[in-house]
C-alpha cells in the first residue's frame, strides 16, 4: 500500500505564497495522475490541481492562475506551488492518486487577512 506525507503547509499573510509537498512510498507513482485536494472546516474535499504521468495539468476555476503543480517521478514526489493566498484558501490540502490510496494525513495551510 502506498503512503502518502504531506509537508509545507503553514500560517501565511494573504498575498503571501507556499509550496506543499507530497511523497509517495513504493515504486509506482510514475504510472499514476496524481492530485492536490483540500478540506475547508465543514466543507467537502475538493480537487484543486491534477497532473497527468505525462505532465499535463488541470486546474479548479479557483485557483487557476494561482496555484502550479508539478511532479518530480525521481523522488517520487508532488509539488503545489501557491501564490496569490486569499482566506478562502485556508483548508487541510492532501495528495492522492484520485482516490486509489490511503489519505495521508495532510498539511494545514492558514491564510490570514
Known amino acids: 500500500q502506498v503512503q502518502l506525507v504531506e509537508s509545507g503547509g503553514g500560517l501565511v499573510q494573504a498575498g503571501g505564497s507556499l509550496r506543499l509537498s507530497c511523497v509517495a512510498s513504493?515504486?509506482?507513482?510514475?504510472?499514476?495522475?496524481m492530485g492536490w485536494y483540500r478540506q475547508a472546516p465543514g466543507k467537502q474535499r475538493e480537487l484543486v490541481a491534477r497532473?497527468?504521468?505525462?505532465?499535463?495539468?488541470n486546474y479548479a476555476d479557483s485557483v487557476k492562475g494561482r496555484f502550479t503543480i508539478s511532479r518530480d517521478n525521481a523522488k517520487n514526489t508532488v509539488y503545489l506551488q501557491m501564490s496569490s493566498l486569499t482566506p478562502e484558501d485556508t483548508a487541510v490540502y492532501y495528495c492522492?492518486?484520485?482516490?486509489?490510496?490511503?489519505w495521508g494525513q495532510g498539511t494545514q495551510v492558514t491564510v490570514s487577512s
Open positions: 492522492n492518486a484520485d482516490g486509489r490510496w490511503a
Open positions: 513504493g515504486s509506482i507513482f510514475s504510472l499514476y495522475p
Open positions: 497532473i497527468s504521468t505525462g505532465g499535463s495539468t
